[in-house]
Structures are given as structure tokens and as C-alpha cells.
T-cell receptor
Framework: KAGVTQTPRYLIKTRGQQVTLSCSPI?????VSWYQQTPGQGLQFLFE???????NKGNFPGRFSGRQFSNSRSEMNVSTLELGDSALYLC????????????FGPGTRLTVT | QKEVEQDPGPLSVPEGAIVSLNCTYS??????FMWYRQYSRKGPELLMY????GNKEDGRFTAQVDKSSKYISLFIRDSQPSDSATYLC?????????????FGPGTRLSVLP
């Protein structure tokens, strides 16, 4: 069974640009959640989608947004990039909406210059 | 004060040792507790989860939650070099991710052969 896949794996952007990251969940999983991991702030929860609806959201500015498609694939968008947005962005999928059942992908390393 | 504090590490132990990893938290609404293991350049993987107070054992791993002290622990018995990783505690107020899903900063563990 294929795991969670994230594309691209590495990305370099310039301050002020916007970026879209993609996450393909494990087949049959309906929940996708997104996280930001930095050395300073650690792993932080961004938001979670279940059956195309955003159910929960962490404490991030509105520049961070996401969506989920009918096939459960999800995208995360960051607008007006700042240097502090440089991070590893992880997504995780779960069959149900339980936080216990999530499997993480390998992440997308975003560098903002 | 951060919402979740974790023993900073890094922690280095000989193979076969018993390892104790600990987190403290401040939000009494947390009911769902998790431990994740993250190998270098990989996404986290869920090791153990518990609901409310009590102990849970799975092979060489034991998770303990003391809600009265706002303290959770993960014990690893007969530690192996393959246990070398960063361990993250996580907690939330609901099993569907909730309104406040937070992670500790992580403890890096090295098990020396």
C-alpha cells in the first residue's frame, strides 16, 4: 500500500511570492492534515480537512490556506511568503477523522530567500 | 511559558538501557496524548496514544499519563540502536484533532551499541 506522498520535495521561493504544496493521502483515507516544522518552533498544526471540509485550524495567519478535493488529495497555499515561512511542511492522512490514526508523509522542504 | 514542555535532551544511552522521556503541559483541557518517533529526514510516526490518565504498554514501550500533575512519560525498555530518533509528545482536547493540537519540542535520543 502506497504511503502519503508530497510534491514537490524541495522548493526555493523568493519573499513575497506564493507557493502551493500538494499531498496525496493513502488510498481510502478521508482526512488530511498539514503541519509546519521549524527548528525554533517545532512541529505546529496548521489545519485538517475531512471530506473536503476544514474541521480544525491551528493558530496561523490567513496567508496559510488549504483545500481538499473530492478524491481526498489536498493542497496547501502560502501567499506573500516571508523568510520565516522557511520550514518543512508535512501532511498526514487518516482513514477516519481521528488524530490517532494519522500517517505522515516525508514533507516538502520550503526555503524562502 | 510554552503550552507543552519536553526534556530538551539530547539524550545518549547505552544499548539495553531503560529510557524515560517526559513532557509537562499547562492546559487542563487536554485529554488525548500521543508519542511520535521521527527519524532524520522522515515524517513522524505514531508510537503510542492514551486517553486521559493511566498507563498503556506495547512491547518495549510504555506510556504514562498523570493528568493531576499534567505530566506524561514514555518509557523504552531494552533500548536498541534503531530507537535512535527524535521523540515528540503531542496532545489535544478532542480525538478529531480538536481546537488545540500541540506538540512538544522533541527529545533527540541516541542509543549507542
Amino acid at each position: 500500500k502506497a504511503g502519503v506522498t508530497q510534491t514537490p520535495r524541495y522548493l526555493i521561493k523568493t519573499r513575497g511570492q506564493q507557493v502551493t504544496l500538494s499531498c496525496s493521502p493513502i488510498s481510502g483515507h478521508r482526512s488530511v492534515s498539514w503541519y509546519q516544522q521549524t527548528p525554533g518552533q517545532g512541529l505546529q498544526f496548521l489545519f485538517e480537512y475531512f471530506s473536503e471540509t476544514q474541521r480544525n485550524k491551528g493558530n496561523f495567519p490567513g496567508r496559510f490556506s488549504g483545500r481538499q478535493f473530492s478524491n481526498s488529495r489536498s493542497e496547501m497555499n502560502v501567499s506573500t511568503l516571508e523568510l520565516g515561512d522557511s520550514a518543512l511542511y508535512l501532511c498526514a492522512s487518516a482513514r477516519t477523522g481521528s488524530v490517532y490514526g494519522q500517517y505522515f508523509g516525508p514533507g516538502t522542504r520550503l526555503t524562502v530567500t | 511559558q510554552k503550552e507543552v514542555e519536553q526534556d530538551p535532551g539530547p539524550l545518549s544511552v547505552p544499548e539495553g538501557a531503560i529510557v524515560s522521556l517526559n513532557c509537562t503541559y499547562s492546559n487542563s483541557a487536554f485529554q488525548y496524548f500521543m508519542w511520535y518517533r521521527q527519524y532524520s529526514r522522515k515524517g513522524p510516526e505514531l508510537l503510542m496514544y492514551t486517553y486521559s490518565s493511566g498507563n498503556k504498554e506495547d512491547g518495549r514501550f510504555t506510556a504514562q499519563v498523570d493528568k493531576s500533575s499534567k505530566y506524561i512519560s514514555l518509557f523504552i525498555r531494552d533500548s536498541q540502536p534503531s530507537d535512535s530518533a527524535t521523540y515528540l509528545c503531542a496532545m489535544t482536547d478532542a480525538d478529531n484533532y480538536g481546537q488545540n493540537f500541540v506538540f512538544g519540542p522533541g527529545t533527540r535520543l541516541s542509543v549507542l551499541p
